[in-house]
Antibody, heavy 121, light 107 residues
Framework: EVQLVESGGGLVQPGGSLRLSCAASGFIFSDYSMNWVRQAPGKGLEWVAYSAGSSSAVYHADSVKGRFTISRDNAKNSLYLHMNSLRAEDTAVYYC??????????????WGKGTTVSVSS | SSGLTQDPAVSVALGQTVRITCQGDSLRTYYASWYQQMPRQAPVLVMYGENNRPSGIPDRFSGSTSGNRASLTITGAQAEDEGDYYCESRDSSGNRVFGGGTKVTVL
């Protein structure tokens, strides 16, 4: 069964750091690009970061650039999001999502259940 | 602009047809994908490409694209279709972008 399981969320003070993990199973992890997507309470989905499958290409949303870093360990079938200088507005459920693309078609076909990050003093 | 614009909310009578639209410049180059999200649940992919449904998605869901506008149509809406729907695409910089979401209410 194809599955993504996020972990690492919790309560952190403003300015603090956290590392989220996403454990993948049921597919060849290195063959797929991966994304982090977040959802603040009562708000819509916001793309956070992207990591290519077997290349080093990464992209980050402007809202987190310089503070968050996406990384992956294909040997461990794991995706990470290193979050520094956390702000109250980073409070959200963070999802990891597998991406498939072909030509001009991109989509996120598998999602985890999410992990909650709360930034508060 | 790389933003995607969606109507905040639409309503549809049970069994009728509703169209959810998504507008943005990036849609002239890249197809939109569509996600359904129920309360307190993770998003689920319901449509991608021109008109492609993942396995398990009912055929009452269909998609289309014209110019800078993508649409997701539910023909014969059911009570279980009520939820939030998001479109998603990417821009030329490699960034992925979501629309603001449309809340669908089935009356």
């Amino acid at each position: 069964e194809v599955q993504l399981v996020e972990s690492g969320g919790g309560l952190v003070q403003p300015g603090g750091s956290l590392r989220l993990s996403c454990a993948a199973s049921g597919f060849i992890f290195s063959d797929y690009s991966m994304n982090w997507v977040r959802q603040a309470p009562g708000k819509g989905l916001e793309w956070v970061a992207y990591s290519a499958g077997s290349s080093s290409a990464v992209y980050h949303a402007d809202s987190v650039k310089g503070r968050f870093t996406i990384s992956r360990d294909n040997a461990k079938n794991s995706l990470y999001l290193h979050m520094n200088s956390l702000r109250a507005e980073d409070t959200a459920v963070y999802y990891c999502a597998r991406e498939f693309w072909t030509g001009y078609i991109y989509y996120m076909d598998v999602w985890g259940k999410g992990t909650t990050v709360s930034v508060s003093s | 602009s790389s933003g995607l614009t969606q109507d905040p909310a639409v309503s549809v009578a049970l069994g009728q047809t509703v169209r959810i639209t998504c507008q943005g410049d990036s849609l002239r180059t890249y197809y939109a994908s569509w996600y359904q999200q129920m309360p307190r649940q993770a998003p689920v992919l319901v449509m991608y490409g021109e008109n492609n449904r993942p396995s398990g998605i009912p055929d009452r869901f269909s998609g289309s694209t014209s110019g800078n506008r993508a649409s997701l149509t539910i023909t014969g809406a059911q009570a279980e279709d009520e939820g939030d729907y998001y479109c998603e695409s990417r821009d030329s910089s490699g960034n992925r972008v979501f629309g603001g979401g449309t809340k669908v209410t089935v009356l």
